[in-house]
């Protein structure tokens, strides 16, 4: 592995454009294309409005942004601390294999422990065995007594009315 000159900042609105194209990129690396309903307007809106629900930090080198990690605090009851929640983390695949994601993950843990949190977390696909085995290298533990539970669309709807 070679290591670049990365420079991790927070997005600003400039880097809008960039993080929604790696997002899609994410989307069809995952085959989940098809689910993308977002907009570069909403995440704009979303990262920059005036109480933002997200975050985001990117790493460029050589004047592009070529990775982005999208986060927001949630909140451990047993802990009673908050917590940084990892939503995604995406390197351009011709950009990868320079240590730019373990930069990125190293950027959160910081920016974790400088907020006092009790917690930095995030999920990870099944099936993807190159991210588990780096994220299990980086220290993680993967928790396989837990499943995601989601309810979005119609269904979230229909579980608002109570019926």
Request: hydrophobic share 45%; proline share 3%.
């Amino acid at each position: 592995m070679t290591t670049s000159n990365l420079t991790i900042r927070p997005a600003t609105p400039a880097d809008v454009e960039a993080i929604f194209g790696m997002i899609y990129e994410l989307a069809v690396f995952e085959k989940l294309e098809h689910m993308v309903v977002a907009t570069p307007a909403m995440l704009h809106d979303s990262l920059f409005c005036a109480k933002p629900v997200c975050e985001a930090i990117v790493g460029e080198t050589e004047g592009e942004v070529v990775t982005f990690a999208l986060f927001f605090h949630n909140f451990s009851t047993f802990l009673c601390k908050k917590g940084l929640y990892l939503e995604d983390l995406y390197v351009k695949q011709a950009r990868r294999g320079h240590g730019y994601g373990k930069q990125m993950l190293v950027a959160l843990a910081k920016l974790a422990v400088e907020r006092d949190c009790g917690r930095f977390e995030w999920s990870v696909l099944d099936w993807n065995a190159n991210a588990i085995k780096f994220y299990e290298g980086m220290g993680a533990d993967l928790l396989p007594d837990w499943r995601i539970c989601r309810v979005t669309g119609n269904a979230l709807t229909h579980m608002s009315s109570g019926s």
